[in-house]
């Protein structure tokens, strides 16, 4: 007896019975995820404490189940990093299992990575196959971008996860049509909210078109399943901004980021629409693009928006390597769909990555507020699924003369793109541009010709090599190099924002990485990153940024992006009945805090949240807090003297306040280059 199909069948995907029943996909894929795991896990502890902005609210979430639970800084919850928590939570609990260290707090990053891949590998695959998913698998694992973050503990390595979870559920939903998959949809979004607040929502207007277009049932359904979808987005996302914003203010930490202790206004305001029209209040320099501080040739310290910003220098080596043949692969895979039903499930997704890739890539490239080359790894999982698809619909129908043509253009495209980024750097493996040139134009030749399978065969590959050699050495050298700070950058050193009028006064312009040299994320010429030792040039020289004179870093105190160090004589003075204090310090800014409470494992106030110009806490409530003997010492700046630690940059009034006080009415003790003030001891 014979089945017959209905249109209410479950869908089946559209891979051929060959495909499905080849031997090798999951020998390879085994061998690419454990090649994965394997490279992002090696010379991971180089990286210390990472972001140890972040490191520290890990510290205090695996100590308090509240700070857990907020996000906050300090295990005694003065105040909660400038995101919500659920980056956090992953790390945490590694820490509580086993303890407090680099790897417990890394390792679960690469396990994202290493799952990312995966996920790639499995939602491309099901309209594609198995060759598709493999290449957009490995693309993915080797985006110089990609292996940083999938290594660092910025919140993007599980933001990037829940939206390649969102394609995969969307995926799924155009296969069958069945609404549970539109409502996981709705849920991995609601949770990307809590990772990264708005940032997650750049993929949802694709998401909801892919599923209005191509989902199964009749257009009445579709729109009634995006609603169910839309709602489990709320949910999923709004029962901690609810419990946040119900919870009495006097008995939670206050909201990081934000001048009036609200999670909408932080979601609003300094992590939402101040993103894209530069006005965030409470940052280091508010009031937009046009406040900031520019440097040589009228840039911002965000560098220029435009259409070619993920190709300039700051993002170029992160990202741009394969984003012309995605572009390439997506125009071409339209046109191979030609009139495919409207439920056709590889034009679905086409519309799914290419949307992603569009809709994320213009707004990055035009947005006017804060812009940190490591946000372009939310492009990674797009070009990547682009790249895999378009290798394999291109290669099957290479006997078209038009679709060699697009194949030739692709290449070509990439081929100047390598050339472009690895010309940035001639010091970095200064024969790989050359053999990239050779073999790239080679390539770009044959496959323009009709020719026998074999060559055929040896031009994939060539292209192949022409278009990964590049993201290959340079993810390699992330690897290989330690990243700290609050900015980090894959790759070797090939130049970067501003440089900001105070890195110019100070040495001259040389903007190697980061804020223009010296800054986390900022490297010197042989690619190893610094915290702060201020080198960079082509040759090598010595930057005039350095840790005295550098305000973002403060020196031994911390500043604003970069943490404290501690000496052990320091931390001994600390850890002396610390655990008798609420707090045994407070420090201007999250990141002078944050080194003295990883060393010492006990709370230490970051006044200001992560800037130092949030509103928090008042000069009366510290005041309070000292009478009632709740904080042992206040930091100062160190090598410079005088109460007020840090940068000096994005001081708010209280800050301010707080600092003038304590110097007028303690007395200052310099240790090892760290001004302490005991405040159970006035003057």
Known sequence: MTATLTPSSKAVPPQSRSEREIRWEYPALAVLLLGTGIAYLCNLSSSGWANSFYSAAVQAGSKSWKAFFFGSSDAANSITVDKPPASLWLMELSVRAFGLNSWTILVPEVLLGVASVALVWATVRRPFGPAAGLIAGLTLAVTPVAALMFRFNNPDALLVFLMIAAAWAMTRAVEDGRTRWLVLTGVFIGFGFLTKQLQVLLVVPTLALTYLFAGPPKLGKRILQLLAAGLSMIVAAGWWLLTVELWPASSRPWIGGSQHNSIVELTLGYNGLGRLNGNERGSVFPGGGGDMPRGGGGRSMWGNTGITRMFEPAQGGQIAWLIPAALVALVAGILLRGKAARTDGRRAALILWGGWLLVTG??????????????????APAVAALVGIGAVQLWRDRHRLWVRLFAGLAVGLTTATSWMLLSRNSSFVPWLRWAVLVVGVLATITVLLPAPRKVALVAALAATFAGLAGPVAYSAQTISTGHEGGIASAGPNVGGFGPPPWAESNGGPGGEGGFGGGMPGGRNADGRNTNGAGRNGAQGREQGTNEAGNPMMGGPAGGLLGASRPSE???????????????????????????????????????????????????????????????????????????????????????????????????????????????????
Do not use: C
């Open 362 to 379: 213009l707004t990055f490239s035009f947005m006017a507020g804060i812009f940190h080359q490591y946000y372009t790894v939310a492009l």
């Open 569 to 683: 004589k320091v931390i001994a003075l600390l850890e002396n009945n610390g655990s008798d204090y609420t707090w045994v310090a407070a420090a201007t800014g999250a990141n002078s805090a944050a080194g003295f409470q990883l060393a010492t494992e006990l709370p230490v106030m970051p006044l200001g949240g992560f800037n130092g110009s949030d509103p928090s806490p008042t000069l009366d409530q510290f005041k309070q807090y000292v009478a009632d003997g709740k904080i042992h010492y206040f930091i100062g700046s160190g090598n410079r003297g005088g109460a007020d630690g840090g940068s000096g940059f994005g001081r708010s009034g209280t800050s301010s306040e707080i600092s003038k006080w304590v110097e007028e009415n303690f007395t200052a003790t310099t240790v090892d280059g760290i001004t302490l003030y005991d405040l159970t001891t006035a003057h």
